[in-house]
């Protein structure tokens, strides 16, 4: 784990809203059978282009934040949790006193 890769991916406001929206909409999309989300579902529910929703998305992924399901011709996205919990707590014993 990386802690700077991600900080960094943390720090753009945009892949922020992005993280949040995955970690939001996956118990949503596991009721109706979807692994994940897609891009197609971000790009409809924050009214951005295609290429800067999945451009937001490697950035994520390659900081460990997120994993990919591959099914059919679609990429589904969720929250890797193992990597956001061993984010949290380094971070949470760096500042411990």
């Known amino acids: 784990m ?3 890769k991600i900080a960094k991916a943390f720090s753009d406001p945009l892949r922020w809203q992005i993280f949040l929206r995955i ?3 996956e118990a949503t999309f596991h009721e109706t059978n979807k692994p ?3 891009v197609c ?3 409809e529910g924050m009214g951005l282009l295609q290429s800067k929703v999945s ?3 490697k950035e994520l992924r390659e ?3 997120i994993s990919e399901v591959a099914q059919g011709k679609w990429n589904y ?3 890797n949790r193992d990597t956001l919990q061993a984010y949290l707590h380094t971070i949470g014993q ?3 006193s």
């Open 2 to 4: 990386d802690v700077v």
């Open 23 to 25: 970690a939001n909409r």
């Open 36 to 38: 994940g989300v897609c």
């Open 41 to 43: 579902d971000l790009v």
């Open 55 to 57: 451009y937001h998305i």
């Open 63 to 65: 900081a460990g934040l």
């Open 77 to 79: 996205y969720n929250v």
């Open 94 to 96: 760096l500042f411990d």
